[in-house]
Every structure is written in C-alpha cells, then in structure tokens.
C-alpha cells in the first residue's frame, strides 16, 4: 500500500471523529480525552489530539494512529482495518493483487475458497430441486425467505464431490480445499466434499468474512451427528468467533449490552424478531478470546443457556471468566421452554420480557446454591465454600464484592473473616494484573523518556550522558534514540515516525491538557531515566549470570574473572541509581 494512500485516508478523517465512533469523548483543551477501553479504569487516560491525528493512553502506554485505534478495538488485522477507514474517508483502494497469483496469501485464499462454498450452497437451496426440501423444513421452522438471505444459509446436496468439481473449475486444487476445511480425505487418500446431505449456516468472523460452517443434517439417519463443522483452519479458531457478532456489533455498541446464547438458531431467531445485540457461543465454553472481543463493545452481558445441569454449569464457567474481566453480567431465565428460539416463535414479547428482568448473575447463583444446599450445617459450609464463596474473588469491584459478603453472612450466618481468609487464595489474580501493569508502565515510561529527548534539548544531553540503547526494550524506540544517543541528533525521519510524534505528544500533553510546569515535567522525565536506566542494568546482570554459569562449567578462569569483574561494575552503578529513586 503506497504511503500516499494511507496519508490521504488519514488527511480526510477527524482521528476524534473516528475515535468518538467507538468510546464517549470529552473536551480536553485543544483535544480530548476518554476512558480508555484498553485496560480497567474509572478515570480518563486517553489523550487525543485532532491536530497531531495520534491517542495515547498514559494508564497502559497504547497509542498511535487512526489506523492502531481501529486495529486494536475491532481487534483486526492492518488490511480489515484499511478497508473500513478507506470506506468511512471515500478512498478508493487499488486492487489487491499478490506478487505471485500461484502463491496467493493463504488467508486471503481460504477466505476466498469458503465464500465460494457459501454462495454455491445458499443458491441450491434458493433455486435448485436439489434444496427444495431443505428450504421447506427452514420455512416449517419459521424462518423467512429475507432471513435464509441474510444470513446465507445454504444447502449441501449428498453428493461427495459437488463443491469439489465446482472448485477444480476455478483452478482450486484439493490440497488448498483440504485447507480451508470444505473438503475432508479418507484413510485411502480420497478426498471428498465435508459437508454432504446437510443445512449449512456458514460462520463469519468480526468482519463479515465467511472462515468456516456448521452443517445441520437434514434426514437423520441415527448414525451421522446431527451438526459437522469446519476444522480449526488459519482463517477459523472456534475460541475467537461468537456466531452473528458480524451482525450484531453495531446494535451491542448502541444499546451497549450483548445477549449470549448457546444455539445458532437461537440467534438467528433473534435477529429475525428484531433483537439484533444477539451472538451465539455455539454450544462451546465462552472463551477469554470472546470476551475480548465483546469487551470492545460492551461492558454489560446477559447470559441465556440451557436450563439443564450442562448449561447451568456452562453459564457459570461463562460468568467466572466474564466476572474476572470486570464484565456487569446477568442470567436470563426460560420458564417452560426449552431455548430462545422456542420462546421467541411463541411470544417475542416474552423474550424481551425474560431478557429486561434478568437476575445478576451473582445473586442467581447464590439463590440456586442456597436451593441446592444440604439442610445439616456442617455439610452447608463445605458447600458454601466450593460453591458459593469462590464465585466472589471473581468479582472486581471491591463495593460490590462487600455487597455479596454481607448478604452471605445474613444467609449463612457465617462470620465475615472466615469467608475474607477463604477469599485471600483468589488474590493472587490481582499480583498477576500488578505485572502486566508493570510491563505497561515500562512501555508508557520509554515513549515519554523518547518524546523529553525530542523536546527538551537540555534533556536530550542528559540522556545521551546517561543511557545506552539496550536500555530500550521496545526495539522501535530504541531504533529512534540510538542515533540521538550517539549524538547524531534527531534525524527528520526519526521525527516524521508515528511513535515518535505519539511521544512528543505525551509530553505535550503532560504540559497542556493535564497542567503540569516545564520543571516538573523534566523533574518525571529524569525519575524516567532513571528507572529506565536500572531496567537495562538488571537485564544485563540477568546475562552476566548466564554467561557466568557457562564459564563455571566451561572451567574457563580468565573469562570468568572477566564476567566478575563487569558483574561487579554494574553492581555498583546499580546501587547508584537505586539511591536516586
């Protein structure tokens, strides 16, 4: 992609506008700033700046262009997320053609592979004899001709090699079809057609693109699964694809609230009724790829699984992870039905009923918990402490995990320590978050020792008398300071680099919008190096100690006097910047 193109994208979208798209922005001097969506907090920390056309969040050390937004929220790759901002400023893009047609990128060829299969198997069952009665048992379940359209359902005739033939013809070959999963090989080494005789509902990703299939079989013959899906390929990983987000992203934004439940014709059914902030798990265990991607639109989740004991247990799996991720989440609840699908054909005002009250999710568990719990008191607390106590460390607000505490002490009758010691096992999450802090304070704490360099000469000699490349574990900054360092200076192509004018930016904006004094900014800027400059001295000691190891075993006396000897040097300079701190 020509860099004239990317620059006209950026030159004809507002990077506030675009931004504003996604998460509510406030008026911040001559930018503005927002809470940021890309970690856990309660007060603003993302900077943007229309003029520069860059964010930077100071709490997780995020930032960048329009473009980075845009990848990291809709968690896309650079291409997705060229042809959304390309669409959105009127660009038109060039075509694109790989270097090598017979070597064409492998994702972009099974994605290309299972449209086909998709198109093809939504036309039988439109217009051919052959998905005829696939299309009446559809219709009899009380779809309609505007919903099989959307969501291009199809129909794959019994016939072993009907998308294979139809491939070879746009010059496929069947190792590429073995690859997108439309095609399976037997222990004879034929390859046949995947799905044959069967309703195919094809799978999309994030951004509408066909990845896979799940095939229902039409006539159940007793000894076929009722459902055959698409293998895990490159293009398709169960775990971070929920079924109909593609369709229901712009409605969970909206309303700000997405309902999760298991079956794809629960879903489609939904959307057929209008409740369009529907996805479906699919049948599988909500996984932490799947929230994150529903964490992009939406902190708030109702759950809506089976009532049997499989998807009680499933729904709580569910809720743990949602409840560690700081999701708000209820269950929704189905009276005398035995999923949406069947309460929304009967009634979709008892659906939307059932979804509006549904029950915390917290709360349903410790009622259900109380229901199921052995009536003599000793049997009661080893209950409560498997079942009940450990759905609490979960939660991450510490007011509302107070709330739950009380009211298990007013159920139970148990005293508050006790369950607060039973609590203290489940606290070694938050040790864990305090070290991906720590990565994110290195990462925000290099951009700003960078964006001092670039703007304070007086800084910039105190960092060249000072630090050293290797400092920087960010291999980008440390390409930009190494010149800087060695006393080049600053090069225009180090400062036309995006992340060094995102660092600029940083320090800009500490002056600016958050209203600190030049001198205390350099006074941050200095406790910078400093902390920077300790982080490069420890990672050498941590080789020293390798190589050290290594010439002990080597016997090899000369060099380690040598390693000793550096080992000792940095010792002492470590100790000098640690009394600095």
């Not at 006396?557 to 550096?566: C, H, P």
Request: charged fraction near 30%; proline fraction near 3%.
């Amino acid at each position: 992609m020509k860099d004239q193109t990317l620059q006209e994208i950026k030159d004809r979208l507002n990077i506030a506008e675009v931004i504003g798209g996604y998460i509510q922005l406030k008026k911040a001097g001559t930018g503005f700033k927002a809470i940021c969506p890309f970690h856990s907090e309660k007060t603003p920390s993302l900077q943007i700046s229309p003029q520069k056309q860059i964010w930077h969040c100071f709490g997780c050390g995020e930032g960048g262009d329009v473009f980075g937004f845009v990848m990291k929220y809709e968690n896309l790759t650079f291409r997705d997320a060229l042809k959304i901002l390309a669409d959105k400023a009127g660009v038109k893009l060039p075509e694109y053609r790989p270097r090598d047609p017979q070597a064409e990128d492998e994702k972009e060829l099974l994605l290309r592979i299972n449209d086909f299969a998709a198109r093809l198997y939504h036309k039988i069952l439109m217009g051919d004899s052959r998905g005829a009665e696939a299309k009446a048992y559809l219709l009899g379940r009380g779809l309609t001709e505007g919903t099989i359209k959307t969501w291009q359902i199809g129909f794959a005739p019994d016939d072993f090699h009907l998308l294979e033939r139809n491939l070879s013809a746009k010059k496929v070959n069947t190792e590429q079809m073995l690859k997108a999963g439309v095609s399976s090989k037997n222990e004879r080494g034929q390859v046949y057609d995947r799905f044959r005789g069967r309703i195919t509902f094809p799978i999309y990703n994030y951004m509408g693109e066909t990845v896979g299939f799940s095939a229902r079989i039409l006539k159940d013959d007793g000894r076929s699964a009722k459902y055959v899906n698409s293998p895990e390929t490159s293009v398709y990983n169960k775990s971070r694809i929920l079924f109909g987000l593609n369709f229901a992203k712009n409605e969970i934004r909206k309303k700000d609230e997405a309902v999760i439940v298991e079956g794809q014709m629960d879903c489609i059914s939904a959307h057929q009724a209008g409740f369009n902030n529907v996805v479906a798990s699919s049948g599988t265990a909500l996984t932490e790829d799947q929230l994150s991607l529903l964490s992009r639109l939406t902190k708030n989740l109702k759950l809506c699984f089976d009532a049997d004991s499989a998807g009680l247990a499933a729904s709580r799996r569910a809720g743990e992870l949602a409840l560690r991720r700081g999701f708000r989440l209820k269950v929704v609840t189905l009276k005398a039905v035995k999923d949406p699908d069947e309460l929304i054909k009967k009634s979709p005002g008892l659906w939307e009923k059932a979804v509006r009250e549904a029950e915390w999710f917290v709360d349903f568990y410790m009622d259900l918990a109380k229901a199921q719990a052995p009536k003599d008191s000793v049997s009661q607390l080893h209950f409560l402490s498997e079942q009940v106590i450990p759905l609490l460390g979960f939660i991450q607000d510490p007011l509302e995990q107070d709330h739950y505490l009380k009211k298990l002490v007013q159920q139970y009758g148990v005293s508050e320590r006790v369950i607060r010691e039973q609590l203290k096992p489940q606290r070694s999450l938050a040790s864990e978050k305090n070290q991906v802090a720590l990565k994110m304070s290195s990462s925000v704490l290099e951009k700003e020792v960078l964006g001092g360099m670039l703007y304070f000469p007086d800084f910039l000699a105190e960092a060249k008398a000072q630090a050293e490349p290797e400092d920087f574990e960010n291999s980008e900054i440390r390409e930009l300071v190494e010149p800087m360092l060695a006393g080049v200076g600053t090069e225009p192509a180090c400062q036309e680099s995006s992340l060094a004018k995102e660092a600029v930016f940083m320090v800009e904006s500490l002056l600016g919008e958050l209203g600190k004094s030049e001198d205390d900014v350099k006074k941050q800027l200095r406790k910078d190096l400093v902390l920077l400059r300790l982080g490069g001295i420890k990672r050498k000691q941590q080789q020293l100690n390798l190589d050290i190891k290594k010439a002990e075993t080597a016997s090899d006396k000369a060099k380690l006097m040598e390693l000793n000897r550096q080992f000792a040097e940095l010792a002492a300079k470590r100790m000098e910047y640690e009394n600095l701190i």
